[in-house]
C-alpha cells in the first residue's frame, strides 16, 4: 500500500465489522499522492469486504492530519511530477468514494486536521474530535484556494460568514468551537476518540444517528439573496485587505458557483481554479517562504553536527530601556524566568513599568488573561547587582551603546556567571569582538539583534563571531524559537542583514523627490506595491534622530553610496523629525493620523538649491514601474552583497529577513525571490543604463554583474565557501 517514504494507510477491521483505516505519514500525515492513492485503496478494500459494516478514519501520533503535502508543490509547479488528472481526489476519491459510500464513516480527529486533512473529515459522514483539536482550511496562505471540496463543504457545515472568514483569513478553530459551529458532531478526550468513533458509526449505520452527505446539507445555508450581500460584502474586505491578491476572489467565485449552480458545479470549479493557481506567481511565492521560514534554523556547519540545544531557564537582561523591556516581555510570556538588571532604582521601577505595560496592553486588546499576565509579571524580578546572575544561563545585554561601558559590562559578567551562560549583546553598533575584548570568552559572545519594538517584532537576527561557538548558535536558535521569533544567523557587518539590505530605502526615495517626484506619491506607489510603509512615512514613524545616528554609520563605511541631501537635515533645523514631534514629512494630528503638509515643499525647494539639482520632468512623470525599480534595485543590490560577502548563508534567509524585517510583500516571495522574477540580466541592465546617467551611485556590484552575465538566478548561489563572519 504505497511506498512507506511518502506515506501510506492501514485498515484494521475489529470484530464490530468496522474498519479502521489511519493515515501515516510522519511527522504530520499529510497527505501525499502515496497517501491519497493508499486511501482509495483502503476505502475500495473496506468497502468491498464482507466483515467490514461501517469505517472510521484517524491519524496516528495524535495528528488527523496536516493537509496535503506542500513539499509536493514544487514538481507539479515547474512540471517534473505530473499531476492527477482534474477532479481525481476531489471528485473520484473524496466525494465518489469516500461520501458517497454504501457504508458509513466517521473521522476521529486529534491534533490536526488542517486543509486536505479538514477536506476529507468533511466528506465523512460525521466528525468527532478532540477539545483541543484544531481544524481549519489555511490554504490561502499558501496562494491556493481548497482543492479537495473545501470551499463547498466547509460552508454546508458552518454557513457562509463563518467559513468565509476561516478560509479567509486561514485561522484554524478548536475542537471545543468546532462542534458549537456544527462542524464536529461530539467532542470527547483523545482516548476515547477512537471507540466513540467507532460506536457513531455504527450508530449511523443502524439509523440512530444521522447519515450526512455534508456536500448536499443546505439548513445552515443562508437565501440566495443574503448569500450574495455576503459575497459582496467578503469581496470588499478581500480587496481592502490584499488588493494585490486575486487568489482570495478566485475562492468566494468558486464558493459562490456552489451555492449558485450547486455543489457538484462547484466542485469542478475548484478543481480548476486550483490548478491555475497552483502555477501562479503568488502561489511560488508564499509556498518559498513557506519553505525558507522553516529553513533559517538550519545552519550549514552549525546545525547539522548533531548538537543539541542546551537546556535555558533563567535569562537576565541588562538593560531596562526600550529595548531591555521589550525583550523582557518576550521571555517572560514565554514562559522563561528573567531578572532585569538597572543602574538605580528609578531606572529599575522605570523598565519594570515599561514590561508591565507591554503586557497590560494585550490584556486591553483582549489578547491575554489577567491571570496570564499575573503568570507572566511574577516571572519577572528587578536587582541592581550581580548577586544573582550565578545561576542565570543566559544573559542579554541591552545598555546605551557606549563600548568601554558595554567592555566593563561583558568583563563583570564573566566573573559573575557561571563558565556554561549565553552572552549576547543586542548592540546595533559596536564590533562584538571589540566588546569581549577584555574577556576570554569570546566563544560564547553572541548577537541578538531585534527589532523594536522586541515583544512584537517577529525577527531576530543572530550575530556570531568568528569565535562564536556552534553550541552557542545552537541554544539562541533555540531560544529564538521558544520567543515565536524568526531567527536568521548572520555574520559582523555595518546593519547586518536587514538594516544594511534597506539602508538605501530612504535615500533613494530623496533622489527621486530632489528630481521632482512628488514625496506623497512615492509612498502611495511603494504601498501599492505591498510594503507597509513607504519610505517617508518610515522614516517619519522612526524618527530622523535614530535614522541619522544609523545613517552615520553607513556613511562612516560605504561613502561612496550615500545620496547627500539637504531636505532631512533642513526639517530638523525646524524640530520636524518625525512622527515623535507630529511633523515629519507628512504632519500627525492628536490620533497621530499621518497627513500630506503643504509645508513640506518650502523645504524641498530648498534642498534643490543647495544640491544644485533641477526638477527634471522625466522624474516628475516617472511611471509606478520605474519608481519601484528606482527604490528597490538598490536594495537588491546590496542584498548580493550581503550574499556575496557571507553575511549570510543563504538568498531565502535574506528573502525571510525581507519579510519578517521589513514587511516586504511576502506574495512575491520576499526580495531575492522577486529579483529573480524579474531577471539577474535585467536589474543589471536598469543600473547600469542609470549609473551612465545619474552617476557611480548605482553602479551594480560585481555579485550581480557574475550572475547576469551568466543569466544565472541571483538566489542560485546557495551557500558561500567562505563565510566573512
Ligand atoms: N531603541 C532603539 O530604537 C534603538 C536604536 C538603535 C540602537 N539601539 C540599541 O539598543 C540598546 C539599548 O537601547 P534602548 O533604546 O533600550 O536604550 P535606553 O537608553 O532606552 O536604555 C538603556 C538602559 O540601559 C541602562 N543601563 C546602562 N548601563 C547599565 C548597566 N551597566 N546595567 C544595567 N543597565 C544599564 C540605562 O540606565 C538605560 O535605562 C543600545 O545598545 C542601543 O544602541 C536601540
Ligand atoms: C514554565 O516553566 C516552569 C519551570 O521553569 C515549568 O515547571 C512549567 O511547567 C513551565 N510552564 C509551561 C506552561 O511551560
Ligand atoms: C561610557 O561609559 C564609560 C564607562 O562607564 C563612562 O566613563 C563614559 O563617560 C561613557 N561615555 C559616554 C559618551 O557616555
Ligand atoms: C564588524 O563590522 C564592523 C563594521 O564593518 C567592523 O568595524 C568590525 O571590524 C567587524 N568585526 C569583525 C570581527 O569582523
Ligand atoms: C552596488 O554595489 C556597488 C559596490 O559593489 C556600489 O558601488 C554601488 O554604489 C551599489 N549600487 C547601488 C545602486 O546601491
Request: with cysteine; proline share 5%; hydrophobic share 40%.
Amino acid at each position: 500500500m504505497g511506498s512507506n517514504n511518502n506515506g501510506r494507510t492501514t485498515l484494521e477491521v475489529g470484530a464490530d465489522g468496522v474498519a479502521v483505516i489511519t493515515i501515516i505519514n510522519p511527522p504530520v500525515n499529510s497527505l501525499s499522492p502515496d497517501v491519497l492513492h493508499s486511501l482509495k485503496e483502503s476505502y475500495d478494500e473496506a468497502l468491498q469486504r464482507d466483515d467490514v459494516k461501517a469505517i472510521v478514519v484517524t491519524g496516528t501520533n495524535g495528528k488527523f492530519s496536516g493537509g496535503f503535502d506542500i513539499t509536493s508543490f514544487d514538481g507539479m509547479q515547474s512540471g517534473k511530477v505530473e499531476q492527477p488528472k482534474l477532479g481525481f481526489v476531489s471528485v473520484e476519491i473524496v466525494s465518489d468514494t469516500l461520501e458517497a459510500a454504501k457504508k458509513p464513516s466517521v473521522a476521529a480527529i486529534d491534533g490536526l486536521a488542517l486543509g486536505g486533512g479538514l477536506e476529507v473529515a468533511m466528506a465523512c459522514h460525521a466528525r468527532i474530535s478532540t477539545p483541543t483539536a484544531q481544524l481549519g482550511l489555511p490554504e490561502l496562505q499558501l496562494g491556493v484556494i481548497p482543492g479537495f471540496g473545501g470551499t463547498q463543504r466547509l460552508p454546508r457545515l458552518v454557513g457562509l460568514t463563518k467559513s468565509l472568514e476561516m478560509m479567509l483569513t486561514s485561522k484554524p478553530v478548536k475542537g471545543e468551537e468546532a462542534v458549537g459551529l456544527g462542524l464536529v458532531d461530539a467532542v470527547v478526550s483523545s482516548h476515547e476518540l477512537i471507540e466513540t468513533a467507532r460506536r457513531w458509526t455504527l450508530d449511523i449505520l443502524a439509523r440512530r444517528k444521522p447519515w450526512v452527505a455534508t456536500l448536499y446539507k443546505t439548513e445552515k445555508l443562508e437565501p440566495l439573496g443574503e448569500a450574495r450581500e455576503i459575497f459582496n460584502f467578503a469581496r470588499a474586505q478581500a480587496r481592502k485587505r490584499a488588493p494585490n491578491l486575486k487568489h482570495p476572489l478566485v475562492c468566494i467565485d468558486v464558493i459562490e458557483e456552489g451555492i449558485v449552480a450547486g455543489p457538484r458545479a462547484g466542485l469542478w470549479k475548484e478543481a480548476e481554479a486550483f490548478q491555475v493557481l497552483l502555477k501562479s506567481d503568488t502561489c511560488k511565492s508564499l509556498v518559498h517562504i513557506f519553505f525558507a521560514m522553516r529553513g533559517t534554523s538550519k545552519v550549514p556547519g552549525i546545525t547539522d553536527r548533531g548538537l543539541m540545544p542546551r537546556q535555558v531557564r533563567k535569562v537576565a537582561v541588562l538593560g531596562g530601556g526600550l529595548m531591555g523591556s521589550g525583550i523582557a516581555t518576550a521571555l517572560i510570556l514565554c514562559n522563561y524566568t528573567v531578572i532585569l538588571k538597572e543602574v538605580n532604582e528609578k531606572f529599575l521601577e522605570a523598565g519594570i513599568d515599561r514590561v508591565k505595560a507591554n503586557l497590560q496592553s494585550r490584556v486591553k486588546k483582549g489578547k491575554m488573561s489577567q491571570e496570564k499576565f499575573e503568570k507572566a509579571i511574577s516571572l519577572l524580578s528587578g536587582v541592581l547587582d550581580y548577586e544573582r546572575f550565578r545561576d542565570v544561563d543566559m544573559v542579554i545585554e541591552a545598555v546605551i551603546e557606549n563600548v568601554s561601558l558595554k567592555q566593563q559590562i561583558f568583563a563583570d559578567l564573566e566573573k559573575f556567571c557561571s563558565p556554561h551562560c549565553i552572552l549576547a549583546s543586542n548592540t546595533s553598533t559596536i564590533d562584538l569582538n571589540l566588546i569581549g575584548e577584555r574577556t576570554k570568552s569570546q566563544d560564547r559572545i553572541v548577537g541578538a539583534h531585534f527589532f523594536s519594538p522586541a515583544h512584537v517584532m517577529p525577527l531576530l537576527e543572530i550575530v556570531r563571531t568568528r569565535q562564536t561557538s556552534p553550541q552557542i548558535i545552537v541554544d539562541m536558535l533555540d531560544v529564538g524559537k521558544k520567543i515565536k521569533k524568526t531567527p536568521i544567523v548572520v555574520g559582523n557587518c555595518t546593519g547586518f542583514a536587514v538594516n544594511r539590505m534597506f539602508f538605501s530605502y530612504t535615500q533613494l526615495g530623496l533622489f527621486l523627490v530632489e528630481r521632482g517626484t512628488d514625496v506623497y506619491r512615492i509612498d502611495r506607489v511603494i504601498t501599492k506595491f505591498g510594503m507597509p510603509m513607504g519610505p517617508f512615512r518610515l522614516a517619519d514613524l522612526v524618527g530622523f534622530g535614530v535614522a541619522i545616528a544609523s545613517g552615520m554609520q553607513f556613511i562612516e563605511n560605504f561613502p561612496e553610496r550615500i545620496y547627500k541631501s539637504m531636505l532631512v537635515p533642513l526639517m530638523q533645523e525646524d524640530k520636524r523629525t518625525g512622527e515623535g514631534t507630529r511633523k515629519g514629512f507628512y504632519s500627525y494630528d492628536n490620533k497621530r493620523k499621518p497627513s500630506p503638509d503643504p509645508e513640506l515643499y518650502k523645504y524641498i525647494e530648498k534642498s534643490r538649491s543647495i544640491s544644485g539639482v533641477a526638477v527634471d520632468p522625466k522624474f516628475v512623470k516617472l511611471s509606478d514601474k520605474d519608481i519601484v525599480e528606482m527604490i528597490f534595485f538598490p536594495v537588491v543590490n546590496e542584498t548580493c552583497r550581503v550574499l556575496a560577502e557571507g553575511i549570510a548563508v543563504k538568498a531565502a534567509d535574506l528573502d525571510i529577513a525581507s519579510v519578517m524585517g521589513m514587511g516586504f510583500p511576502p506574495y512575491r516571495g520576499g526580495i531575492m525571490f522577486w529579483a529573480d522574477s524579474l531577471g539577474s540580466k535585467y536589474i543589471y541592465c536598469r543600473l547600469e543604463e542609470w549609473t551612465k546617467m545619474y552617476g557611480e551611485f548605482f553602479k551594480p556590484c560585481a555579485f550581480l554583474a557574475e550572475m547576469a552575465a551568466k543569466g544565472a538566478p541571483l538566489s542560485a548561489a546557495v551557500e558561500q565557501a567562505k563565510s566573512r563572519l
